[in-house]
């Protein structure tokens, strides 16, 4: 069974800091999703990365994925407080999802 | 398009009773799926379905199943509710080849059994 680690789970950050969100992974997977999660909503997707060397940007936000430390970050530059949410990453093997337990940031003005 | 849709948005249940959650997608999408998710918790998978009439079990299936007889929906049924099962229930879907196998959730089933 393929585990799944976030860190931090809870992140209280400045507005205008940099910083990074580390999602750990223990076996061999095809793909790795980053979510965003508001209180009481549903799962907005931000990135799917499909290879090694993967990287992808949307705005604040820098998702990566090295696949040979089975590690991807979510890099936040400059927060701002509309980034304030639930950070999921997810792992997929085949039709397989595993899901990290979250990491909750704040940005405070 | 609506996307996905779920259905009822809110649900108490007794211990025992039986109910379905229904969802619906309008993308065309073949692969759909049922997570759910606890208080403080990641989502778990538990059935996905990769087109009308195949479905397989998530990492936790007991004390539900599915069915898929078209494109568009994927009920999930829970036959004996037990106080275990109270969590946030979502529907997903997805495309493989397009959009880079993004996964598209729905609103969620928020169900508590007393």
């Known amino acids: 069974e393929l585990k799944v680690e976030q860190n931090p789970l809870f992140l209280s950050m400045q507005e205008g800091k940099n910083y990074t969100i580390y999602c750990n992974y223990s076996?061999?997977?095809?793909?790795l999703y980053w979510y965003r999660q508001d209180p009481g909503k549903s799962l907005e997707s931000l990135f799917v990365?499909?290879?090694?060397?993967a990287v992808k940007q949307e705005g604040r936000l820098m998702a990566s994925l090295d696949t040979k430390a089975r590690l991807s970050t979510l890099h936040i530059t400059a927060a701002v407080h509309d980034l304030s949410a639930t950070y999921f990453c997810a792992s997929a093997a085949g039709n397989q999802f595993y899901f990290g337990t979250g990491t909750s940031l704040t940005v405070i003005p | 398009n609506a996307g996905v849709t779920q259905t009822p948005k809110f649900r108490i249940l007794k211990i025992g009773q039986s109910m379905t959650l229904q969802c619906t997608q309008d993308?065309?999408?073949?692969?759909m799926y049922w997570y759910r998710q606890d208080p403080g918790m990641g989502l778990k998978l538990i059935y996905y379905s990769v087109g009308a009439g195949i479905t397989d079990k998530g990492e936790v299936p007991n004390g539900y199943n599915v069915s898929r007889s078209t494109t568009e929906d994927f009920p999930l049924r829970l036959e004996l509710a037990a106080p275990s099962q109270t969590s946030v229930y979502f529907c997903?879907?997805?495309?493989?080849?397009?959009?880079?196998?993004?996964?598209?959730f729905g609103p969620g089933t928020r169900l508590t059994v007393t």
């Open positions: 997903a879907s997805s495309q493989r080849g397009r959009r880079s196998y993004e996964q598209y």
């Open positions: 990365l499909l290879s090694n060397g």
């Open positions: 076996t061999t997977s095809d793909r």
């Open positions: 993308m065309n999408h073949n692969y």
